[in-house]
């Protein structure tokens, strides 16, 4: 089996060759070990110290953000004939001597995506909120997968060759839980093993502002979550809306029944006639989502028929 090493990397210079010296030369299981760095417009060496350690580099000619590096890499991992990809980041806080333990569940066949969780391992620094951060994350997906997630947001991570034909990255902004949700979503199996986090030598490039990266994040869950399971937020929108209009209903009800008159309650009727009629608006919406989605899987099925002929070994 073939191991591609995916290393996304914006201007880190100084850490990346450190990253590929300690990727592990032999793995058991694994036959040829290749290390693809994904320059993402760096204004810096990065590209040129890759290629001083062996990597094979793909390079951006301007930054498009950690999603699209991630998911050129993975595509170009393809290429190269990977049986496994796995996914690192350039600023040396994974330890790659690791590596061997998220491929060993996949060579064995017990887990499409294997996920390295700092939580179950030893985090060496992390700033606080970083930590409460990640922590609430994970209990967000927790919930909306059923799947015990520790650390949903490493970039430390696994993928067989079957699992990367069949996930597509519509973020462009980072890809760790549209991932997961996209794996859930295809019923691919996913575990975690624990990994070691050293302390990074400088401020993250990737999360300058924890309350932009929040919102960003947020908002990449609820895009994704959306597009796996529309009919289900509508419905829950939808009959949320029409329980208000049927209590603002019952009061106005009550009353005509009493006294015969509407008049001291008609802006409770007329708010409860637009809450059902939006209501009822948004139940219709989240069918023809979903009726949406079931088109979009048939064309994601086609491309993933696609993709292994053209990627054919």
Known sequence: ?????????????????KVIQEIP????GITKIDVLVIDDGSSDSTSGVSRKFGATVIRNTSNRGLAQAFSRGVAGALEM????????????????????????PIVDGKSDIVLGSRFRGKIEHMPLHKKLGNQLVSLLMRTITGIPLTDSQTGFRAFSREAALRINIFS???????TILEAFDKKLSILEVPVDFRKRDGP???????FV????????????YL????????????????????????????HYISTG??????????????????????????????????????QEEILYYERKNVLKK
């Not at 597009?227 to 009959?239: D, E, M, T």
């Open 81 to 104: 004939g990977a049986d496994i990809i796995v996914n690192t980041d350039a600023d040396f806080q994974y330890n790659q001597a690791q590596i061997p333990l998220l491929v060993k």
């Open 227 to 254: 597009n796996y399971r529309p009919l289900k937020v509508f419905s829950f929108v939808g009959a949320l809306m029409f329980l208000a209009g049927t209590m603002f209903g019952l009061r106005v009800l009550v």
């Open 172 to 178: 462009d902004y980072t890809y760790t839980q549209e």
């Open 213 to 224: 990266y929040a919102k960003r994040v947020g908002l990449t869950i609820l895009s994704s």
């Open 261 to 298: 008159l509407v008049s001291p309650y008609l802006p409770s009727a007329v708010l409860s006639a637009l809450l059902l009629i939006v209501g009822f608006q948004v139940v219709i919406i989240g069918l023809i989502a979903e009726i949406m989605k079931r088109s979009r899987k048939v």
């Open 204 to 210: 993250s490039r990737l999360i300058s502002n924890i």
């Open 1 to 17: 089996m073939k191991l591609v090493v995916t290393i996304p990397a914006f201007n880190e210079e100084k850490t990346i060759g």
């Open 25 to 28: 030369q032999k793995i058991p």
